[in-house]
């Protein structure tokens, strides 16, 4: 089958891409713009890659079309589509799919899915989980929203299948986005799915641009668990109100709890720490991640592995190799200076809660781990579409209270970044393009500063940028 995909790019539907290849169809695609990781992930494929949206792709006559949610029957400011390549489509009564429907008809039919839902930590919990059950002999399928550096691809139909059929006791763990389908389709991703296991990680209010509101969330969230059969289970964490108030909604399967009042519990530091079933030690994890978010993200991950059949201990001890994923306090280089070595750092942190969290675990690893009073420098890029609509930006002073100074990339926005940012005063600096913005940062560093720079698309190439100025300046 030959297979052409609107949207590639996306981390999503590069993922998909990957999966078709390597079941054996021809797979080409088109998108806007490209960056790494996963445009090197496709080249590396021998995918092909048009630029833009031509009707002219027409004329690759694949068996069906697959269209990512990027894609919208927008018209510009002079009357012509955003998307010619889809008005085409419909004029031609071609057939064309969504990402999610292609995805659960080919590939997650007769799987063992594993779901990974919620607002943060999905990426990082997915790949922990796909790695638990490798690491188990279990040899999973996954799409992971990122590349986790244990597989160093994000996505693979695993089992040692070599097509899309599922050979028998198949496992497949997936990232389970509730962000919408398609134009055509308003659900969110993961109801395609149906998962056995699914993991509502946690729930806040996000993607403004499609949810008026935090109960709009719930209903879809609610829509998964309707999903999942009577002997699946559903492994919920257990101090997020609005989770509780999904399951009240109804549910139908095991429900497994993780975090304070639940079953699944933790003691100990961050980095080192038991793990507690019903107040019993079942497993220890020792590990380089930091932070309660990432412990939560374990705890998550061995409840649902329990669930077919991976004992808590081997989870655990898997977790001890974990290297997590790219883009995730990734560090992209360190200039030595006289006093301590400056550390940039790269992070996906799109959400005022993410960015939080983020700067909170690092300042716990600093000060745990001997480097107290190290600055920590935030620059970020308010670039998801809810950051963008401006509908968090009383939250950004506390999100970066944490950050000794904070440094934002105001291009493009419609908001006043300057005024939102006001309460944290002089700490806090705005810049409307990337080359001043990497002046601003270059300038203000000092021996031993930790530079976090934060976005969940490429930020204008602001690391290599930045460590190409900070090193200039030597």
Known sequence: MHIHILGICGT????????AREAGHRVTGCDA??????????????????????????????????????????RLADGMPKFPLMEAILDAGARYTSGPQ??????????????????????????????????????????????????????????????TSAPAGATFVIEADEYDTAFFDKRSKFVHYRPRTAILNNLEFDHADIFD???????????????????????????EESLQR????????EVARFGAGGEWQAQGTHDAFDVLRHGEKVGRVEWALSGLHNQMNALAAIAAAEHVGVTPAEAAAAL????????????RGTIDRPGGPITVYDDFAHHPTAIRTTLEGLRNKLDGGGHRGERILAAFEPRSNTMKLGTMTAQLPWSLEQADLAFCHSGGLE??????????GARARVAAAIEPLVAQIAAAAQPGDHIVCMSNGGFGGVHQKLISALRAAK
């Open 12 to 19: 999503f539907m590069g993922g998909l891409a990957a999966l």
């Open 33 to 74: 713009g490209v960056y790494p990781p996963m445009s090197d992930q496709l080249r590396a494929l021998g995918i092909e890659l048009i630029e833009g949206y031509g009707a002219d792709q027409m004329a690759l006559a694949p068996d069906v079309f697959v269209i990512g949610n990027v894609v919208s029957r927008i």
């Open 102 to 163: 292609w995805l659960a008809q080919e590939v997650l039919q007769g799987r063992h899915v594993l779901a990974v839902a919620g607002t943060h930590g999905k990426t990082t919990t997915t790949s922990m989980l796909a790695w638990i059950l490798e690491r188990a002999g279990r040899s999973p399928g996954f799409l992971v929203g990122g590349v986790p550096l244990d597989f160093g691809v994000s996505a693979r139909l695993g089992g040692g299948s070599g097509g």
């Open 213 to 239: 509101d935090l109960a709009a969330i719930e209903r879809q969230f609610h829509h998964l668990v309707r999903t999942v059969p009577a002997s699946g289970r559903v492994v919920v964490n257990a101090t």
């Open 246 to 253: 999904v399951l009240a909604q109804g549910c139908w399967s």
């Open 320 to 331: 001890g190799g974990f290297r997590n994923v790219r883009r995730r306090m990734e560090v």
């Open 415 to 424: 908001w006043d970044a300057a005024a939102a940012l006001a309460p944290m």
